[in-house]
């Protein structure tokens, strides 16, 4: 049964076992980052996952400035300084503003506490064949806490891809991309999504102060030129890997080894491949103001770029509270309100629907409780 098991998870693309690695990895992160340097909880989200995507911030107490430098308060821990910026663009194009700079990142949509970030040009990167614990390892920003008025400041983002936990499924095709990437950027640019304010954000250090300052400066005279205009780009026919019949096959596989008691549940994954020509940025933030997804995500690494548009949160952590939201589950939206809400009903209506759903949520509480010290479980549905 085993033999099998694992001939059908190289057609599925993930394994359970797989899924459970990376929840103990990001155990790991989840109790190194929840700690100030005076041993008291941070009061803002320290750890956020969504799929292949995830951020670790960095905290201490903000310091404002409306203008001029920033203080620096000390030659060695990273404090969290926040400048107010005179800005009225919407996400994608702060995003474009930094298109030319190494490794631009964004996060857009429901991300820190309700925030839009944008970063470029990080201080450090990790990648294959470089240790993963470099970054999961790194120890906290030392710094005050408590302060109300948090941020986001800066710290490690990038992605895990799902053989990243170190048992790697076997060899599907060529990687264009590195297995994982993390780029650690101590300042972003963030969006107050409930007040429209941008601020520019910083780990400030004295080491990094005239750095910094500079990039206050160049970042600001590029948002006072002209609103940067988005590329052209186009993308050819998409084509199905694998093919159709494949696919259809490892459906018909899938439900034998269910029938015959070898696995309870599997993943079938399929892979849309088509030309493109032009920059992936430019895609990236055509969809995400079309489509306003919760969790968008675009990062530029070496090999390529990866780009989110995602309903789906996998893992957040705030304090002493994991949240994970997974979607099984799916029905057409009609944009007529009174249809919608048929459609709706439809879907909670489906035994095959509610019982996917109920399945990924068993799966996901039975993985977490392999990390969690302690566990007071709640599970609700979303609008």
Known sequence: MRTRIRQWFRVAGVARCQVRAIYQMLGRVLCRLDLAADGSPLGSQAWQDRALLGEARRGGQVNSAAA?????????????????????????????????????????????????????????????????????DAPCAPGAAGGTDSGFGGGWIGYLGYSAAGEALPPGGQRRLPLWWFGYYDHVLRHDQGTGKWFFEALWTADRHECLERRYQDLSRRARGRSPQPHHYSCGDFRL????????????????????????????CLRLEAAFDGDPLDAFTQAAAVLRPPFAAYLRVPG??????????????????????????????????????????????????????????????????????????EAGGSG
């Open 304 to 377: 390529g770029a990866v780009a989110s548009l995602s309903p789906e949160l996998f893992l957040r952590r705030t304090e002493q509270t994991v949240v994970s939201r997974p979607i099984k589950g799916t029905n057409h939206r009609s944009s007529r309100p009174e249809q919608a809400t048929g459609q709706r009903g439809e879907l909670e209506r489906s035994a095959k629907n509610r019982a996917e759903n109920v399945m990924i949520v068993d799966l996901l509480r039975d993985d977490l409780s392999r990390v969690l010290t302690e566990t007071a479980w």
């Open 241 to 268: 890997v694998p093919s159709a019949a494949r696919h259809k096959a490892a459906v018909a596989q899938a439900v034998r080894y269910i029938r015959q008691g070898d696995i309870f549940q599997a993943n079938i």
């Open 68 to 136: 001029g430098p920033a203080t620096v308060l000390s030659r060695t821990a990273p404090q969290l300084v926040r400048r107010p910026l005179d800005w009225d663009l919407a996400p994608v194009e702060a995003l474009r503003l930094v298109r030319t700079d190494a490794h631009p990142v964004a996060l857009i949509g429901s991300w820190a506490g309700g925030c839009d970030v944008i970063g470029s040009e990080p201080v450090l990167q990790r990648c294959p064949p470089q240790p993963l614990d470099d970054v999961f």
